[in-house]
């Protein structure tokens, strides 16, 4: 700290030594006045006297004054000592705005100023100084109007001004007016604070730029549930604006459950939920939900993912495959099963069969002189009769198509599950009767003028033991009987 102005001991002390001299130089007059004897010895004791007394009186003070002196001095060096010893700088400037006392940090923040600061140089020459060194990053091109400002606000702010010098260094200064006109100012260096708060706004816009261009949908909630911020996705997903999202309840927005929904509760794993669009359209959402919970907030954050898009080509791809799947053990001709159908379908209820001891029966079906037929009306109307008999023999069974296929050229094959000897000679007279009602016009056929069938009829009770494939030699064997006796018949054929 520079030095304050020092009291003076001497003055006083002289003052006083005058003091006695004059008391005892007015003895001696009085003694030179007086011619009487006795006063003659009196009064050079007593002038000695006073001079004396004077001398003591002044050594005694001159020594109290001194301790005290000394203690100031104390006192002083101690106060400066801890002003220098300050992490911020401290600048005291009198009334004529002139810099009469700093502390070691002024000068170590402004080093090349020392010169300027010793001379006790106005607060506008210092600045000046500051500015011709270019000390003022924030004033470069526009000194003159920034002093003036400067000069204006000094003093008057209300609040700490924040200051960039040198390039890389901020200060805080704080400045207030003393009783008797001067200023007082401290310059406090933060910045390691404005790079951390530059740090942070920069994370800040980089973490606003990422929410903003998400393809996810990100809401905050506050802790009760409503919608605080949103970004644009979340206002492309609903189709409402951020203005009118905010305050919505979360459980207005997913699932219509209103305010039962609350965030505490979908806190975890990802969960799937149904929304709706603004325009009434149903939305399938996957939706995260995390907690900030700090002690000055509490709040969540949604992450909304969108997969109404997905789940429709997911039902697309399925209804696809289930139509390849279909036309994979469909008969194209005919709607009916194909015979890769039909060798699936005698596997699985066999082993079925084989498991419950349930009866299973097989028609081989056969159009009777096809060949005429195709040679007398030509093929596309024999695809025509193929397709209208395939549609009579399936509505002759009443437990689904399935059981139905084209076993290859005219034949069909037909399966019943559940099904003895008796019940399928039923189905079987009932598929010869359906056809013969049908009356399809077969001129060419040496059976009657119309298409009949002649079916072979076989049942069992599955067993491991025997291959499937016997049931079907059996039915086989069964309608090249009913062939030989003569067409439009059945033969049924106990299983062997
Ligand atoms: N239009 C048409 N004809 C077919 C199809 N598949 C097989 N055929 C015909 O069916 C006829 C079968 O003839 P055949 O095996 O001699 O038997 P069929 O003339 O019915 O004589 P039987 O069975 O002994 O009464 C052949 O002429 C084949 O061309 C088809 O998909 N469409």
């Not at 949908?217 to 609903?238: A, K, Y």
């Not at 305050?247 to 305010?259: A, E, K, P, Q, S």
Request: glycine share 8%; aromatic share 6%; with cysteine.
């Amino acid at each position: 700290m520079t030095r304050l102005a020092e009291a003076r001991i001497w003055p006083l002390l002289a003052f006083a030594l005058l003091v006695g001299l004059q008391a005892a130089l007015l003895m001696a007059a009085l003694g030179g006045m007086s011619e009487s004897p006795q006063w003659e010895a009196v009064v050079p004791m007593l002038a000695f006297g006073a001079l004396a007394f004077t001398v003591l009186l002044a050594v005694g003070v001159t020594g109290s004054l001194s301790r005290a002196q000394a203690r100031a001095r104390r006192a002083q060096l101690t106060l400066e000592e801890a002003i220098d010893a300050l992490p911020a700088s401290v600048e005291i400037f009198d009334h004529e705005d002139r810099l009469v006392a700093f502390n070691r940090r002024l000068v170590e923040i402004y080093p090349h100023m020392l010169r300027a600061f010793q001379r006790k140089a106005t607060f506008e020459d210092l600045v000046r100084e500051s500015l011709e060194r270019g000390g003022i990053p924030e004033a470069r091109g526009r000194e003159d109007e920034w002093l003036q400002e400067r000069k204006e606000s000094r003093g008057r702010q209300t609040g700490p001004l924040l200051q960039r010098v040198h390039d890389d260094m901020w200060l805080r200064i704080f400045e207030c007016r003393t009783q008797s006109g001067g200023i007082v100012g401290v310059r406090m260096e933060v910045t390691d604070l404005i790079h951390e708060q530059q740090s942070l706004a920069a994370s800040r816009a980089q973490l606003k730029a990422t929410i903003e261009a998400a393809g996810n949908g990100i809401l905050t909630l506050d802790s009760g549930g409503h919608v605080l911020e949103v970004n644009p996705s979340t206002e492309q997903l609903f189709g409402f604006s951020a203005a009118e999202l905010q305050g919505v309840h979360i459980g207005m927005l997913f699932g219509n459950n209103g305010d039962l929904m609350h965030p505490q509760e979908l806190l975890g794993a990802p969960r799937e939920l149904t929304a709706r669009h603004r325009s009434g359209e149903r939305l399938a959402l996957q939706l995260t939900v995390a907690e900030v919970r700090t002690d000055t907030i509490h709040l969540y954050v949604c992450i909304v993912t969108d997969f109404t898009e997905r789940q429709r080509q997911e039902e697309r791809l399925r209804r696809a495959n289930e139509l390849l799947a279909r036309q994979s053990t469909t008969d194209g001709l005919t709607g009916v099963g194909n015979r890769r159908l039909f060798d699936q379908l005698l596997q699985q209820e066999w082993q079925r069969g084989t498991r419950s001891g349930r009866p299973l029966a097989l028609l081989m079906v056969d159009i009777d002189h096809f060949k005429q037929y195709n040679d007398r009306y030509g093929h596309v109307a024999g695809d025509d009769c193929l397709r209208r008999v395939a549609t009579l023999l399936r509505s002759c069974v009443g437990r689904g198509s399935e059981a139905v296929c084209r076993y290859g050229g005219e034949e069909f094959a037909m399966l019943l599950v559940d099904t003895d000897l008796n019940g399928a000679q039923v189905v079987a007279q009932r598929c010869l009767d359906s056809v013969r009602l049908a009356a399809i016009e077969h001129e060419g056929s040496p059976v009657r003028r119309s298409v009949s069938l002649s079916i072979g009829v076989a049942a069992c009770i599955p067993d491991t033991a025997t291959p499937s494939q016997r049931l079907i030699e059996t039915a086989d064997r069964a309608l090249y009987d009913a062939k030989q006796g003569g067409r439009a018949r059945l033969i049924c054929q106990q299983f062997a």
